[in-house]
Antibody, heavy 118, light 107 residues
Framework: VQVLESGGGLVQPGGSLRLSCITS????????MSWVRQAPGKGLEWVST????????YYADSMKGRFTISRDNSKNTLNLQINSLSAEDTAVYYCAKTTGSSWYEEHWGQGTLVTVSS | EIVLTQSPATLSLSPGERATLSCRASQSVSSYLAWYQQKPGQPPRLLIY???NRATGIPARFSGSGSGTDFTLTISSLEPEDFAVYYCQQRGNWPRTFGPGTKVDIK
C-alpha cells in the first residue's frame, strides 16, 4: 500500500488550495479514505472521510463549508479542496487509507505541508 | 461532538517498565476506539482498533482494553522504540475526534 500526498505549499490568507493523494497497492474504490491534519507542534485533527464509492462524505464541524473532499476512482486519487485559508489552517495534511468496514486510518502518507502566511 | 481526554499528558518511564495510558470519552463510544503511535517526523501508526484488536504487525506487548467511556492502552515492557506520542481516536459518532495525546518519554 502506498499513499502519496501533493499540493501543499505557501498560500496567502484568503486563498485556496487543492491537495491530492495518489495511491497504489490496493483496490482504491473499495476503501474509504480520510484526511487528517496536524498543526506544527500540535496533535492530530481529523478533517474528512469519504466512502469508497464517493457517495458519503463526512467533515469535522469546524471545516464544513470550506473543505471539500472528493475522489476519482478511475485514477486512484483522493482530493481535498480548501477555500478561504487562514493561518489556523497551517498544518501537515495527511492522506490515509482506512481499514475494512470500521474505517480507521490504517495506511498513512508522509503528509504535505500547507503554510498560510502573507 | 465527542471529546476525548487523555491522561497523563506525559509519562516518564524507563525501558522495560510497564506503561498504562488512559483515554476517556465525553459520552459512550461503545468499543469504537483506536490507538495510534506517532514518532517525530513520521505519520501516525495504527496500533489498536475497536478497543482491543491489534493492527497488523503490532507487537503483542501492546494491548488495549475498555468500552463505553473509559479505555486503556498498555505497553507491557517498554522497548526503546516505544518512546513516542500516543493518540486515541473514536469512531462511535461523526465527526471523528482524536484525543490530545500522551507523550511517553525516557526517564
Amino acid at each position: 500500500v502506498q499513499v502519496l500526498e501533493s499540493g501543499g505549499g505557501l498560500v496567502q490568507p484568503g486563498g485556496s488550495l487543492r491537495l491530492s493523494c495518489i495511491t497504489s497497492g490496493f483496490t482504491f474504490s473499495r476503501s474509504a479514505m480520510s484526511w487528517v491534519r496536524q498543526a506544527p507542534g500540535k496533535g492530530l485533527e481529523w478533517v474528512s472521510t469519504i466512502s469508497g464509492n464517493g457517495e458519503s462524505t463526512y467533515y469535522a464541524d469546524s471545516m464544513k463549508g470550506r473543505f471539500t473532499i472528493s475522489r476519482d476512482n478511475s485514477k486512484n486519487t483522493l482530493n481535498l479542496q480548501i477555500n478561504s485559508l487562514s493561518a489556523e489552517d497551517t498544518a501537515v495534511y495527511y492522506c490515509a487509507k482506512t481499514t475494512g468496514s470500521s474505517w480507521y486510518e490504517e495506511h498513512w502518507g508522509q503528509g504535505t505541508l500547507v503554510t498560510v502566511s502573507s | 461532538e465527542i471529546v476525548l481526554t487523555q491522561s497523563p499528558a506525559t509519562l516518564s518511564l524507563s525501558p522495560g517498565e510497564r506503561a498504562t495510558l488512559s483515554c476517556r470519552a465525553s459520552q459512550s463510544v461503545s468499543s469504537y476506539l483506536a490507538w495510534y503511535q506517532q514518532k517525530p517526523g513520521q505519520p501516525p501508526r495504527l496500533l489498536i482498533y475497536d478497543a482491543s484488536n491489534r493492527a497488523t504487525g503490532i507487537p503483542a506487548r501492546f494491548s488495549g482494553s475498555g468500552s463505553g467511556t473509559d479505555f486503556t492502552l498498555t505497553i507491557s515492557s517498554l522497548e526503546p522504540e516505544d518512546f513516542a506520542v500516543y493518540y486515541c481516536q473514536q469512531r462511535g459518532n461523526w465527526p471523528r475526534t482524536f484525543g490530545p495525546g500522551t507523550k511517553v518519554d525516557i526517564k
